[in-house]
T-cell receptor, first 115, second 117 residues
Framework: LAKTTQPISMDSYEGQEVNITCSHN???????ITWYQQFPSQGPRFIIQ???TKVTNEVASLFIPADRKSSTLSLPRVSLSDTAVYYC????????????????FGKGTKLSVIP | NAGVMQNPRHLVRRRGQEARLRCSPM?????VYWYRQLPEEGLKFMVY????????ESGMPKERFSAEFPKEGPSILRIQQVVRGDSAAYFC???????????????FGPGTRLTVL
């Protein structure tokens, strides 16, 4: 499983755009990049997943450069309710037959949104 | 469509007692996963089950821990003779049958916080 590195914590003011970068130098060809969000006392929640270039949904955008050795989660105009821990995960889909069912979580990035 | 349900949300046990944690997956989901989270840490995989089958228990401690997902009813994570080190948040996740489309998104429940006195 590819190891990921992300900042331990980040602070942001309300209304700002927040970019959290994750490094995954050993990402494999079949690996996807997935981000989860976890609020205190809750289970993680899927935010976004991508393989290359850019993916956008109603919650966030995910930017993946051509070499795929890093990825950036972008949260537009954060609010206080976006205060949470954000996890970057890298792994192969189990659908491929070669992947793992296990999700491997690091310590994540603790985002604090300040009024 | 109700999400993943876990109960109890909080469980207090004394050393040596048994803890039973329950998980009802989302409707239509046949795959259940259990994870453990210590304070300030990420989640650690424990076990992956399908109905009546344990598929991968590589993350389960060899002793005192067991899991099941019967044909009827919720999945159960059972911890016998609990010790203080078992105090943690235990999360259950579920996913739809493989090959039904989409990627391997797991949907997590709210967790059970176990405190061993």
């Amino acid at each position: 499983l590819a190891k990921t590195t992300q900042p331990i914590s980040m602070d942001s003011y309300e209304g700002q755009e927040v970019n959290i970068t994750c490094s995954h130098n050993n990402i494999a060809t079949n690996d996807y990049i997935t981000w989860y969000q976890q609020f205190p006392s809750q289970g993680p929640r899927f935010i976004i997943q991508g393989y290359k270039t850019k993916v956008t949904n109603e919650v966030a955008s995910l930017f993946i450069p051509a070499d795929r050795k890093s990825s950036t989660l972008s949260l537009p105009r954060v609010s206080l309710s976006d205060t949470a821990v954000y996890y970057c995960l890298v792994g192969t889909s189990a659908y491929s037959g070669a992947g793992s069912y296990q999700l491997t979580f690091g310590k994540g990035t603790k985002l604090s949104v300040i009024p | 469509n109700a999400g993943v349900m876990q109960n109890p949300r909080h469980l207090v046990r004394r050393r040596g007692q048994e803890a039973r944690l329950r998980c009802s997956p989302m409707k239509g989901h046949s795959h259940v996963y259990w994870y453990r989270q210590l304070p300030e840490e990420g989640l650690k995989f424990m076990v992956y089950l399908q109905k009546e089958n344990i598929i991968d228990e590589s993350g389960m401690p060899k002793e005192r821990f067991s899991a099941e997902f019967p044909k009827e009813g919720p999945s159960i994570l059972r911890i016998q003779q609990v010790v203080r080190g078992d105090s943690a948040a235990y999360f259950c996740a579920s996913s739809p049958p493989l090959g039904t489309g989409g990627v391997d998104t797991q949907y997590f429940g709210p967790g059970t916080r176990l405190t061993v006195l």
